[in-house]
């Protein structure tokens, strides 16, 4: 089995990390950011470490091209790899529960969704709501199903501390290139680096799509979703494991402001109270802090495949042989959901290289 280098300690690094480690790679993982607790987590020097500040749920995105299908299926494998996570370690942050999602103006694939259809998606406990249960007038589609949660930074963490108790390494640093890392003395010789980098090193297809939630210390029996007919989002994330719940949320492509509005978040709060009227059934909402996070996206989706390179291309290399960067980033507000899909996508093309190489 070969040594391995993985760029980036966010949920994506980490997941592709312990699974390659799995397979028996010896797997170092290089990053500037590490999971911090989230009290005490600095918002600005950490602004661009997606994974600290994602809700993060998963929301089933009905597939209605090839690339969605895929995505879903990414989606099938995370659910399938957190349920039997949380069967191991009731520990790792993760939180099964009720996901219910409300349309104001729901598109077809929604419209024409029945409970068949939602069992062949693989989407468990799924129910079309009733008029009767929407919040307002407004809202003229809603479903139900089983869904899970994470606490970011307690799993992220959990991941972490697997990976160390596994064997694996870790070094705190940042790259300023890519080639950098077949360059790194603690793993030398390393033929294959894994780019799980967030944002990518300067692609131009990638660009910040900024989200600006609150977090409150109220609990939340549900992870709910309001979309709006004018395009924007009202939803909660409970946490749990003492996390509080996140009430959301703006998605604002290119929109680089690293400061949190004090009328969106009393926007956001007023809105989600409306829409889930439980939150508030002990008491008003306390809020305990604002967040701006920047989920990566890229025009023309993840970038999931592998690059060769010829040794002569980076300077400084001992020897003359191809190396080979697999690059999984670009997860815009799924990475969570897709993290274990893409795990498996990436010892995918790890093994291709490996085999091809026998
Ligand atoms: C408000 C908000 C809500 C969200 N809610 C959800 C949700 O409910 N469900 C969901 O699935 N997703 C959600 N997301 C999206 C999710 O958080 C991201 O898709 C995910 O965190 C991306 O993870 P990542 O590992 O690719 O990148 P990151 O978490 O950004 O990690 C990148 C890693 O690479 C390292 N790195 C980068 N550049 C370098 C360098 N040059 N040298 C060394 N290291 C480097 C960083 O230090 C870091 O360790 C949300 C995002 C936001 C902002």
Redesign the pocket.
Known sequence: MSDIIV????????SAALRLQQAGHSVT??????PTPFEAADKRALI????????????WVLPTNPAEQREHEFSLTTYRHMEATLREFPEAGITFMKGIEYFENPPPVHRDLTVEKALQLGLEEFKLLEKKDFPDDKVAWGCEYKTW?VN?MVY?SFLLRHFHILGGKAMA????NLNEAFLVKAVPGVKLVVN????G?NDPAVFP?????CLVANPCPATVTRQNADGSWS?C?PRNFHGGT?I???KEPDNWDPEPSPETRARLLSAFAATYPPIVADGPLQPLGD??????TRRGGIRLEREEIAADEIKGLQDNEARSIVH????????????WGVAEEVFELVKQRVSSRL
Request: proline fraction near 3%; glycine fraction near 20%; include cysteine.
């Open positions: 760029i980036g300690a966010g949920v994506i690094g980490l993982i290089i990053a500037k950011d590490f661009n470490y997606t994974s600290q500040w994602g809700g993060a749920h998963n929301r949660c970011p992220c640093m940042e790259l300023r799980c980098s967030g944002q090193f799509t900024r989200g600006q939630t939803f994330v996140i959301g949320g703006t967040i701006v996070g920047r989920r990566p999984a980033y670009g997860l815009g507000g799924r990475g969570f959901e897709l993290s």
